[in-house]
């Protein structure tokens, strides 16, 4: 059984900042690409960051410039950081680790991880 569990949301001023982090843990032998959704009230879930095994890097639009995402292989954990954060970027944040390959199975599965509240408010 895999899991991820996320860390680091929060309630913070517009302009702050806040770190995002996601463990997996199982047994796991190899995984593919991690990033980081988020759901807004009344919209859909909606890709924030991306991060590819060879550290390919693909960001939303609205995002760019102020967040970053990275990686710790050794580790199985992904990272979000946020600055100059606005109003909008309230959300809930989700964290997906693509093709991730358990020991006994020849095959990987994405899993998700169950949400870390993030409000952006004076």
């Known amino acids: 059984q895999v899991q991820l569990v996320e860390s680091g949301g929060g309630l913070v001023q517009p302009g702050g900042s806040l770190r995002l982090s996601c463990a997996a843990s199982?047994?796991?032998?190899?995984?593919?690409?991690m990033g980081w959704y988020r759901q807004a009230p009344g919209k859909q879930r909606e890709l924030v960051a991306r991060?590819?095994?060879?550290?390919?890097?693909n960001y939303a639009d609205s995002v760019k410039d102020r967040f970053t995402v990275s990686r710790d292989n050794a580790k199985i954990t992904v990272y979000l950081q946020m600055n100059s954060l606005k109003p909008e970027d309230t959300a809930v944040y989700y964290c997906?680790?693509?093709?991730?390959?358990?020991?006994?199975?020849?095959?990987?599965?994405?899993?998700w991880g169950q949400g870390t509240q993030v409000t952006v408010s004076s």
């Open positions: 991060i590819t095994s060879d550290g390919t890097t």
């Open positions: 199982g047994s796991i032998r190899s995984f593919g690409a």
């Open positions: 997906n680790a693509e093709n991730v390959a358990v020991t006994g199975k020849l095959w990987g599965d994405n899993y």
